[in-house]
């Protein structure tokens, strides 16, 4: 590990009594602040939605960053477990898929290294963010993202308070729901330069479908320090220990035959390689972030970043191998095993086939910001260094079909008798980002600034395939120039206008570049560096109002991709891998609106909209033939979404209500299967037994999808098409079924916290 991150963040803690400045004792009012958590105030030249701790501390303290912004414009949730326990969900935004959206903690990037994912069960506890926001058009320029052409979504960690304190929870619901949450706040020390907070959470639950139950651990940790006139640092930890059920998605033909009741057995004994204790995905991950800033002089800033990722893992499932064994890559592998596979017959042995992810990444973003007249101009740079291992082996199981080793290392996988690993998937790759931007915010009048930028980026992949085979090291080194511009008018103390356009890529992810393997000897998909990165151009129009009682938002925008990169999941050896469809052009347009009315002290009432008109406008070239696609809606992109919901909190009783509909998802690229719209309502009340100021202690309880609507709530796996398709030039395409998320059952939570002091 670098020892960039504690060093540097020491050193500055050091230096902070020596770098006291005189404060001018002027108090700043900025804007008209939203008290009721919803609709927060901005200023950016972008659409930016979010939720602050005012609605955050009505939810359920189980849910997570996903769920918490389902209300928000564009942002569709797909979550087939009711507590966010399960790795087994997706969020799109304006019709663009998980794999399309940056994922921010403290200014440090969640996303999976290896093909752009984000898993937010993994993200820090509810009771300890105090801002989680969407930023759906592109991400802003320093942020250290390769991926978001959809957007960004950032999730905020709270301070540590200014007074010593412990806060506790404690969480009973529905499928044995048992959560517990204590909190430790220093208070100011160190010449109340520092500041610092410690939780830790403990959460079990039974699956709410079939068999099985999830469990998960959690530490979240930050230390401030602030000196100065307007110096700070910070460095915030957070570690998740989880062991969770990967819920099995059903095709459309399952869901007509079995609906909810599709899923994994109870009993090896009657279920076979259905079993669900094959299905379990433990998961460790550490994430740590250290932003700083310095006040170097009254023109001239400093920001930085430092951050730390290490995550270890399995997504298993059951298989079964030959007595004879089989080909790791394009070899036989030795035909007797070193140990005996409990469960084999003359033909088949059952074991737990790995999918195994070990990761490490670091990284920094470095800017300095001058002020010289009417200008800031701000000149930075990022690094990030990543590196994967991912291996697909098998772990053999006991005679009750207990996997030997859920986690699938290599201690207990099956090997040959010279000491091989038996692998079907054996890659190692190091992905290098390297990027500088350049900005300019130039004011031109009064309440009217010009934002000119430019940021290139160079992404580099290489790596081994370490089967034996035809292929040993891979390599894709790729660029992109990425140039912007947005127009800001603060037409009032209330009232914005603006406009933006940007540019933006993603690159193919890292397992474009290899070849995978049948099992028999042979190749099943070729690995390739030609598959060309996403690109896109996309605009924005936008109007706010920001006042006392009404806050209101309308944006339009526009995209213009080219080499769109839809994400999917393919089947390979029976492993669902994630993987990608380029499906040429495609032309987005649309209007997200969202309205805040606070008619009373404690009340708001919120509503959110977005009308959403995307199209492919190139046919999809298969084999010898082309699918007719042009002209086809965009997969997982539903032309209308909305959202009711508002808050309630006289200092003695509280509540809040969220329901969100969106409508039809098309799963295939020629629109020849889809799903239909549907709606969620999740309700929550309580009642605050301390009196205003006391040290706080509540009772609340949340119905999540109250209407328990049953319903398929999302794609997880997109096809070209579903059913055999005529090209262009007359040949007989087949059809594969796409895969789909079961939504969420109706869940109860209720949850009794105090605050100790």
């Not at 999976?112 to 969407?134: H, K, M, R, W």
């Not at 692998?423 to 309440?447: E, P, R, Y």
């Amino acid at each position: 590990m670098p020892l960039a991150l504690p060093l540097g963040f020491a050193a500055l803690i050091l230096l902070a009594p020596a770098a006291q400045a005189e404060d001018d004792g002027t108090i700043r009012v900025v804007g008209h602040p939203d008290p009721e958590g919803l609709l927060p105030d901005q200023s950016a030249p972008a659409a930016i939605s979010g939720v602050g701790v005012p609605f955050i501390t009505k939810q359920a303290p189980t849910l997570n960053a996903f769920q918490l912004v389902n209300l928000l414009p564009g942002a569709n949730v797909s979550s087939t477990d009711p507590f966010g326990l399960s790795a087994t969900s997706s969020l799109t935004l304006r019709g663009l898929a998980q794999d399309s959206i940056g994922v921010l903690l403290e200014g440090a990037p969640q996303n999976d290294i290896g093909y752009y994912y984000a898993y937010p069960a993994q993200f820090a506890d509810a009771e300890n963010l105090s801002e989680v926001t969407l930023r759906p058009g592109a991400a802003a320029i320093a942020a250290p993202v390769v991926n978001a052409v959809g957007g960004v979504l950032a999730v905020t960690l709270d301070a540590p308070h200014d007074t010593p304190g412990v806060f506790a929870d404690v969480s009973v619901g529905s499928y044995n729901e048992r959560r517990g949450f204590v909190r430790v706040d220093s208070g100011r020390f160190a010449g109340d330069t520092l500041r610092a907070f410690l939780s830790y959470s403990n959460n079990r639950a039974d699956n709410w479908r079939g068999p099985g139950f999830d469990t998960r651990q959690h530490i979240d940790a930050k230390i401030a320090a602030a000196w100065g006139a307007g110096n700070t640092a910070s460095l915030a930890i957070s570690y998740n220990d989880a062991n969770t059920s990967a819920y099995a998605s059903p095709t459309l033909a399952d869901w007509q035959a079995q609906g909810r009741r599709f899923g994994h057995g109870g009993s090896y004994a009657r279920d076979g390689l259905d079993y669900w204790r094959l299905y379990r995905q433990p998961f460790r991950n550490l994430y740590a972030s250290a932003p700083v800033h310095l006040v170097l002089s009254d023109s001239l800033s400093l920001d930085s970043t430092t951050y730390v990722q290490r995550g270890f893992g399995n997504a298993p499932y059951g298989a079964s191998i030959g007595p004879d064994g089989y080909y790791p890559g394009t070899v036989l592998g030795t035909e007797t095993l070193d140990r005996p596979v409990p469960g084999a017959t003359d033909t088949t042995r059952d074991v737990l086939a790995n999918f195994t992810g070990d990761q490490f990444r670091t990284g920094e973003v470095l800017s300095l910001t001058w002020r010289r007249g009417g200008h800031a101009l701000t000149a930075g740079a990022w690094f990030d260094r990543g590196v994967d291992h991912d291996i697909q082996s098998f772990t053999p199981l006991d005679a009750q079909g207990e996997p030997l080793d859920g986690w699938g290392k290599g201690a207990d996988a099956i090997r040959t008798d010279d000491g091989r690993l038996y692998a079907l998937m054996d890659i190692h790759t190091t992905t290098v980002t390297k990027a500088f931007f350049v900005a300019d915010s130039m004011t031109l009048a009064q309440g009217l600034t010009l934002d000119l930028g430019f940021k290139g980026v160079n992404l580099l992949h290489s790596g081994r395939n370490l089967l034996p085979g035809t292929q040993g090291a891979v390599r894709a080194n790729r660029f992109a120039a990425l140039p912007r511009a947005a127009l800001h008018w603060q037409a009032s103390a209330r009232q914005q206008f603006f406009a933006n356009v940007t540019t933006s890529f993603r690159a193919p992810d890292q397992y474009a570049l290899y070849d995978n393997y049948d099992g028999y000897g042979g190749v099943s998909s070729t690995g390739t560096d030609r598959l060309r990165s996403e690109r896109s151009i996309a605009a924005e129009l936008g109007w706010r109002w920001q006042g006392r009682d009404l806050s209101a938002s309308v944006t339009g925008f526009g995209y213009a991709f080219r080499n769109r990169l839809v994400a999917t999941v393919a089947p390979l050896n029976g492993a669902l891998v994630n993987t990608t469809i380029n499906a040429g052009r495609q032309h987005t347009v649309g209007v997200d609106g969202e309205i805040d009315w606070r008619p009373a002290e404690g009340v708001s009432l919120y509503l959110s909209g977005e009308w959403l008109h995307a199209r492919l406008q190139d046919d999809l070239p298969v084999g010898e033939d082309v699918l007719p696609t042009r002209g086809k809606r965009a997969v997982q992109a539903p032309e209308v979404q909305f959202g009711l919901g508002g808050t309630y909190d006289d200092t003695r009783l509280f509540g809040s209500v969220a329901l969100k509909y969106v409508g039809r998802q098309y799963a295939t690229l020629v629109n020849d299967e889809s799903i239909p719209g549907y709606a969620t309502l999740d309700v929550a009340f309580g009642v605050h037994f301390a009196r205003p100021g006391a040290p706080r202690t509540d009772l609340r309880v949340n119905l999540i999808n109250l209407t328990d609507p049953r319903v398929l709530s999302g794609v997880e796996a997109v096809n070209a098409n579903a059913r055999d398709t005529m090209g262009r030039r007359g040949s007989l395409i087949a059809g594969s079924a796409p895969g789909y998320y079961i939504g969420a059952g109706r869940a109860v939570a209720v949850t009794l916290a105090h605050q100790f002091r």
